[in-house]
């Protein structure tokens, strides 16, 4: 049996190991998105007076561009995870297992923890001028190089990268779902589409909120993907931050951007978190009638 004193220990490890490798650097970060930055410096120099600067200059036009690319692109993305996840979710939840379920479950894990390098890359050829990029953009009506071929060719990226995980997430979900239930509603004369819209849907809400904050929550923060499919005409945070960081050495204002999206972050998952405790409470009010 293990003392207290080794208890406390095992306890204490991991949040000393927290605390020093994650909420120390944060500390800094913070720290660092109030310094003045003299341009040609790297970072601020030590002793540099605070101001709000760096937040203040993240209203500009252009920056809020950058913000609603990003989340604007990365809700499309998660969006369509789940809405064309949703079909592959339920026939892997209610079919018996054998060789079709393990077939693809195999393939959705291989998919998820392939490179994103890859990926990207495939794609890349795909829509490119060797693949059929030329008649995908003709019948989109758009230009091969345009920006709204970058913005398609980015939600694409994110939907390769989320859509295995989403559907996998969503498995769990359903079948915790009785599916006597839908039968029960086909039988009393709903179509299977208002039987799962009536009947699974808000059964399955509260795992489908929380299967979308964390897919939203990484898409947001992809970094490779609108990297290369954006091709300099789309640019997420993510690369703005890696731009003042290692390209121009401007430490205070990409710490000011890092803070500004944790916040955001931060107020996203709150706002999901109540609308899911609202969601239970409503569920809990009409269970007791």
């Avoid at 341009?39 to 101001?51: C, L």
């Avoid at 200059?57 to 604007?72: K, N, P």
């Avoid at 998919?111 to 490119?128: E, Q, R």
Wanted: proline share 4%.
């Amino acid at each position: 049996m293990f003392t207290l004193r080794w208890q406390l220990l095992f306890i204490a490890s991991p949040l000393i190991v927290i605390v020093v490798l994650f909420l120390g650097p944060l500390a800094l970060t913070v720290t660092e998105s109030f310094r003045t930055y003299i341009p040609g410096d790297i970072g601020s120099t030590q002793g540099a007076p605070f101001t709000l600067d760096n937040y203040r200059d993240l209203s500009d036009a252009a920056y809020v561009g950058y913000f609603a690319d990003t989340f604007r692109l990365s809700f499309i993305a998660a969006l369509a995870s789940m809405v064309l996840g949703y079909p592959l979710s339920h026939f892997i939840a209610r079919r018996p297992p054998g060789f079709i379920r393990k077939a693809i479950v195999s393939a959705l894990v291989i998919l998820m923890f392939m490179s994103a390098l890859v990926k990207v890359y495939a794609l890349t050829i795909a829509f490119g001028p060797v693949g059929f990029g030329r008649s995908f953009s003709a019948m989109l009506g758009t230009r091969m190089n345009g920006s709204i071929m970058s913005e398609i060719l980015v939600v694409i990226g994110l939907f390769s990268f989320l859509f295995p995980m989403t559907t996998l997430m969503m498995v769990s979900t359903i079948q915790n779902v009785n599916p006597r239930l839908l039968e029960a509603a086909v039988a009393l004369g709903a179509s299977w589409v208002t039987g799962h819209f009536r009947v699974i849907l808000p059964l399955c809400i509260k795992g489908f909120v929380s299967t979308f904050i964390v897919i939203y929550t990484l898409a947001i923060s992809a970094f490779v993907i609108p990297m290369i499919l954006g091709r300099g005409q789309i640019n997420f945070i993510t690369n703005l931050i890696y731009t003042r960081f290692s390209e121009i050495a401007n430490y205070p204002s990409g710490s000011a951007l890092s803070v500004l999206m944790l916040l955001v972050s931060m107020v996203l998952v709150f706002i999901s978190s109540s609308l899911l405790g609202r969601l239970a409470g409503s569920q809990k009010k009409q269970g007791t009638r």
